[in-house]
């Protein structure tokens, strides 16, 4: 079975930085594109950032310049650089990736609580 897995959400003060990580298990094949979405309390889950397979990177414009998701080597890991954190940030993080012949991978979210 196919998995992935966040780590690293917390708690933090505004203006501060976390890191989250996400790591795949149950599958050789590599993830075409990867994706850190979010979602708050009564609001709709939200794409953030996402790294396509060719190494392209988007991002939401609420965290453009705050936020940096990488991906080493292209494989199955990527990670979500938060800095310069506001309260509006606080939301669970989900790591999500498109894997050939499986379809969409969701992780079971990491929560991110940013006090002012």
């Known amino acids: 079975q196919v998995q992935l897995v966040e780590s690293g959400g917390g708690q933090v003060q505004a203006g501060g930085s976390l890191r989250l990580s996400c790591v795949s298990s149950?599958?050789?094949?590599?993830?075409?594109?990867m994706a850190w979405y979010r979602q708050a309390p009564g609001k709709q889950r939200d794409m953030v950032a996402r790294?396509?397979?060719?190494?392209?990177?988007d991002y939401a414009d609420s965290v453009k310049g705050r936020f940096t998701i990488t991906r080493p080597g292209l494989k199955n890991t990527v990670h979500l650089q938060m800095n310069s954190l506001k309260p509006e940030d606080t939301a669970v993080y989900y790591c999500?990736?498109?894997?050939?012949?499986?379809?969409?991978?969701w992780g079971q979210g990491t929560q991110v609580t940013v006090s002012s």
């Open positions: 999500n990736g498109a894997l050939d012949r499986v379809g969409s991978i």
């Open positions: 790294i396509l397979s060719n190494g392209r990177t």
């Open positions: 149950g599958t050789r094949f590599s993830f075409s594109n």
